[in-house]
Each structure stands twice: as structure tokens, then as C-alpha cells.
């Protein structure tokens, strides 16, 4: 329960998950009976108190439309919807405000370029690159944008360890290469891609690239100028804030060029029968009334994550998946599925004597809390031959006592099944 | 919540060695069932003596729920009529997702009813009846395959 205390460090070293707990009101329930394990984050992170009390405020006191009427609640919820725009530029360290266009979540950002960017910019023959390793929501916007257009897709192989090497990499970029989309972390296996190396190369042959960080963003550090990414896509509800909203950064030359995604109001600058002006960035990328409260959630919960040294909360998760990698190692029966050297906050696993769906249903009774199936990368069970894997994943809140019920759930686990 | 009434004796040992996990020569109807939540398969072929099905087997992977229920089932419907074996599932479904069961209805479902206890959790009510969806998509030749979803 206490494994900080064991550390000695001056306290501004040391990343206090139990007191981070106190801040997250779902752990403090029973499920089953039991005290709720969280082990799922990588689905959805938990939400802190502070983002809570933001949405909850937002519609409790500020509640109007954006960017549309002269009262002082318009006024009010305009301004904290563009502070919170502020805060993700800030956190993603883009160079502009304009640059950050909210959506609904990492796959309706994916789905943004593919069919703004792309439809009005590929033709037959142009080709896309993926990895092996994406989630559906960076696979499918793809395929259909290659029906649209006769574009094909192209996947970079991972290997056996759940790796992207440079050299497979190179090997199916190709001059026709005109955009690679490619996940910052894989959700299935943990993997963290050598995107920097990656997009160099994509840019040497003058391919875009596009990251979905739906899963890097609470786990590495995001940094989109250095990274000299096209585009970067992610999800609130994964960075501890609400469901509902997310956003897509794009250079802004890129967005300025790109027609828009979906037509109506907020994205107009005026509207006649015989013409359409749109508007400013990112508002052209923004129709219709937006998820203020979500925007101001996000904020809130950029907030609450800036206030701690990320790398501290990186540390400690990175501590955490060591000790769970060694621990599930040990357990007889137990296979680690993606075992790259890179890897943050995900464990995928298979037990010889049960299917993932019923350990999930077993170590649900002990009240924990994993996710089992193919975690929307089918391509990536395929790959190992499998059909679903369990996942236990990590979030800042997580500590050595949830890796040990785990693994106590997981010997209910061996009783049952043998 | 008791997991004992889920994880029967019957399931693990069904889930653990499938009975009929084969083909049966020959045969005339088939079905896949596929549950895209968690990927479990079920390749189901019978063989249909005018209403009677003589022989029944099935290739599956997937959880002990799924594989298990697959199992029983066959060895509930092998020698019955369409007829008999359409009656069995409707009771089957009913015990596992309503509170409606009669005794007697339980009763005549012999050692199917092992799975009363899959009712207590929801989400694993696909997994009981993925084998049967399959029966009757291949009973009615329907083109495709039977999805829970």
C-alpha cells in the first residue's frame, strides 16, 4: 500500500500515488463486494474531482451557447471554452491557438483529416502507411478514404515483440508514400514507436504524418513541435478528463489549405444561397455547438496533470509496469503478449488454462477491473494467432497494492480453471 | 456473487473438452457464429434427416461459456426434430435473460440448465448462446454468419 515510503528521496522526488487517490472519487467504491482495483485505464482514465466539479460547473453556472450571443453567461462559457483551448496548445506546446480544433475524440480527429485532408488531396495510385499495430480508428478512416479515392493502404510489420523498426519501416515508404498515420503508444500492446525517427523519414520523402496519442498523451511527453508532427490526435477521456471531447492539433498551413469536415453554424463566416464564406481557424473545423463542458473538462484536467512533474508521474507508472511485468512473469501458465523494450503502461497477457473473457469475469468478482478482448487491433491479435487478450493497464492513481490483487485475483483465476 | 454458480463443474468440463468438436460426415447445413466482442468462433455443420438432425459438430474457439454451451447444445439437440430443437433454445434464451422459467420448463432442459446462473452476468449471455444463434442460422440456411451483436 505504502511502496513511496520505502523510497528515500526529498519529497518533491517522489510521485505520491496514494495521495493522488484521494483525488479520484470512483476508486472509493466496492464492486462485488470488493474495494474497486482500476486497472483499465488505457480504455478510460478515471476523472478527478477538479475536472468533475468543472463540467458540473460549467452547466450549473455558465451554461450558454459559445461564441454566439452578447450575454454574460455566453460571455463567460465562451471564454473558459477558448482558456481550455489555450491550456491543450499549451500542453501539446503547439505554436498557435489555431491550431488546436476540438472534435468529439481521437477517432473523429483521424476521421477529420482523412476526409477534409485527404479526399481533396489524393488521387489513384498515392499511397497511405499504417503500422500493424493500430487501433481500428486509424485503420478504417483510411480504408474508406481509400475507396473514395483508389489510394492504397500500406502496413509497416511489427514484430514478434510488438516492435515498428526503422527498417521496415523505410522499406514500404515509397515516393508515393503521401501520409503516414501511425500510433505515439499502441493501446493493445503498451509499445512506445520511434515516431521522431519515423516522421523524419516520412518527411524525407515528403510524406505528412499524422500520430494518434490517443494512448501517449497521459504516458510520454507530447511535445508537437519537436516532434515536427503533420497531425496529432487524441482523446480527454484518456488524459483523465471527460468523455465526449478531443482534439486534433494540424499545422497550420496544413488546415488552412484543407477544406472543411462537416457544414453548419459556428464554422460559417456567412451564409447566402449562392455562397458560403467559412470561417477561421480552427472555427472552419468546429460546426455546430460544440461539448463546451467537455472543452472546459479537458482543461480542467490539463490543469490538474500539469500541477505534478510528469516526469515523476511517468517515473512511477514505468516503476509500476516493471513490477507487474516481472510479477506476471512468474505466474506459471502466464504469456506476455508485446514485449518491446519501449513500452508504457499496458500488459497484455494470455493464461494457458483460460480464455481472457473468463478471467475478465472471474477477477471482476475480486474487484478488478481489466479489460479483455481484441482492444480494437484485431490486426494485432492476428499477428500472434490469437483471438482477445486480457489487459490490465496503468493511470497515474495505480500502485504496487493493485498489481498484488491482481495477481491474488489471478490465483482464483488457476483455482477455477486448473 | 458467487462464481461456482457460474463456472459449473459442467461448464469447465465442456469448456475444457468439447463434446461433438468435429465435423460429422456427411452433412448438409452449416453456420458460423462469430462475436465480435470478444472474437469467439463457432463453425457449427449438421447433418438434417427430413426434420431430424442425425448428427451434429462443431469447431470453435473461444471462452469455457461459449465453447461449453456449444458443446451441451449439441449433445441436447443431436436425434431431435428442428422443431424440438427450436423449442430448446427458446427456453434456453429465456432462462438466461428473463425470471420467467417455469420448473418445468428448467426441467426440460435437462443439463442445459447448468447455465441458469450466466443470467446473473449480463455480459456473458452472448457467450451462452453464440452456439445456438449459429443452430439457427444454419437450420434456416440464412447466407452470412450469426453474430451476437
Redesign the interface.
Known amino acids: 500500500m505504502t511502496e513511496v515510503s520505502t523510497i528515500v528521496a526529498a519529497p518533491s522526488e517522489v510521485f505520491d500515488a496514494q495521495r493522488v487517490r484521494e483525488d479520484f472519487p470512483a476508486l472509493h467504491q466496492d464492486v462485488h463486494g470488493k474495494p474497486l482495483v482500476y486497472l483499465d485505464s488505457a480504455a478510460t482514465t478515471l476523472k478527478p474531482q477538479s475536472v468533475i466539479d468543472a463540467v458540473d460547473d460549467v452547466y450549473a453556472r455558465d451554461c450558454a451557447n459559445i461564441h454566439r450571443a452578447v450575454h454574460l453567461l455566453s460571455q463567460r462559457a465562451t471564454a473558459r471554452f477558448e482558456e481550455a483551448r489555450e491550456k491543450v496548445r499549451a500542453f501539446v506546446n503547439a505554436s498557435k491557438k489555431t491550431e488546436i480544433v476540438f472534435t468529439r475524440g481521437t477517432t473523429e480527429a483521424i476521421n477529420l483529416v482523412s476526409q477534409s485532408w485527404g479526399r481533396s488531396s489524393l488521387r489513384e495510385g498515392d499511397e497511405i502507411l499504417v503500422t500493424e499495430l493500430e487501433h481500428h480508428s486509424n485503420i478504417v478512416p483510411w480504408q474508406i478514404l481509400c475507396q473514395q479515392t483508389g489510394a492504397k493502404l500500406v502496413v509497416v510489420p511489427m514484430t514478434d515483440r510488438g516492435e515498428v523498426l526503422r527498417e521496415s519501416f523505410e522499406r514500404k515508404l515509397s515516393e508515393r508514400t503521401r501520409l503516414v498515420a501511425m500510433s505515439h503508444v499502441s493501446n493493445a500492446l503498451g509499445t512506445v514507436l520511434p515516431v521522431t525517427e519515423l516522421i523524419a523519414l516520412a518527411h524525407e520523402r515528403g510524406a505528412l504524418a499524422l500520430l494518434d496519442g490517443a494512448q501517449a498523451v497521459s504516458h510520454v511527453d507530447v511535445d508537437v513541435q519537436a516532434l515536427d508532427c503533420d497531425f496529432y490526435a487524441f482523446s480527454g477521456h484518456k488524459l483523465y478528463g471527460p468523455t465526449g471531447i478531443g482534439v486534433l492539433y494540424g499545422k497550420e498551413r496544413l488546415l488552412d489549405k484543407m477544406p472543411p469536415y462537416q457544414g453548419g453554424g459556428d464554422m460559417i463566416r456567412s451564409v447566402t444561397f449562392e455562397e458560403t464564406i467559412y470561417n477561421d481557424l480552427p472555427y472552419k473545423f468546429e460546426a455546430g455547438t460544440p461539448h463546451i463542458a467537455g472543452a472546459v473538462g479537458l482543461g480542467a484536467a490539463i490543469d490538474y496533470f500539469s500541477a505534478f512533474d510528469a516526469g515523476l508521474i511517468h517515473a512511477h507508472e514505468n516503476a509500476l509496469l516493471r513490477y507487474a511485468t516481472e510479477a506476471l512473469e512468474a505466474v506459471r501458465g502466464v504469456r506476455l503478449i508485446g514485449t518491446a523494450p519501449g513500452k508504457v503502461a499496458a500488459l497484455s497477457f494470455l493464461m494457458e488454462s483460460a480464455h481472457p473473457h473468463d478471467i475478465g469475469t472471474i477477477i471482476d468478482a475480486e474487484g478488478v477491473a481489466i479489460r479483455t478482448g481484441h482492444h480494437c487491433a484485431q490486426p494485432v491479435m492476428e499477428h500472434f494467432g490469437i483471438a482477445a487478450t486480457a489487459r490490465a493497464s496503468l493511470g497515474m492513481y495505480n500502485s504496487r497494492a493493485d498489481i498484488d490483487a491482481l495477481l491474488a485475483a489471478l490465483q482464483k483465476v488457476q483455482e477455477l480453471f486448473g | 456473487?458467487d462464481?461456482r454458480e457460474?463456472?459449473q463443474e459442467v461448464i469447465?468440463d465442456h469448456g475444457k473438452n468439447p463434446r461433438n468438436h468435429r465435423f460429422p460426415e456427411p452433412h448438409n447445413r452449416e453456420g458460423r457464429g462469430y462475436n465480435p466482442?470478444?472474437?469467439?468462433?463457432i463453425a457449427l455443420r449438421l447433418q438434417l434427416d427430413g426434420e431430424t438432425i442425425s448428427d451434429v459438430g462443431f469447431i470453435g474457439?473461444?471462452?469455457?461459456?461459449s465453447q461449453a454451451s456449444c458443446s451441451t447444445m449439441t449433445e441436447a439437440i443431436k436425434g431431435k426434430t428442428l422443431a424440438e430443437a427450436e423449442a430448446l433454445f427458446s427456453k434456453f434464451h429465456t432462462m438466461l435473460t428473463s425470471e420467467d422459467s417455469s420448473e418445468d420448463d428448467i426441467e426440460q432442459l435437462g443439463k442445459l440448465a447448468v447455465f441458469a446462473g450466466v443470467r446473473e452476468?449480463p455480459?456473458?449471455v452472448k457467450?451462452a448462446t453464440l452456439g445456438w444463434h449459429t443452430l439457427n442460422q444454419a437450420l434456416h440456411d440464412e447466407s452470412g454468419e450469426a453474430k451476437t451483436e
Open positions: 456473487m462464481l457460474l463456472y469447465l466482442l470478444c472474437g469467439d468462433k474457439q473461444g471462452c469455457a461459456i452476468f455480459m456473458r457467450c
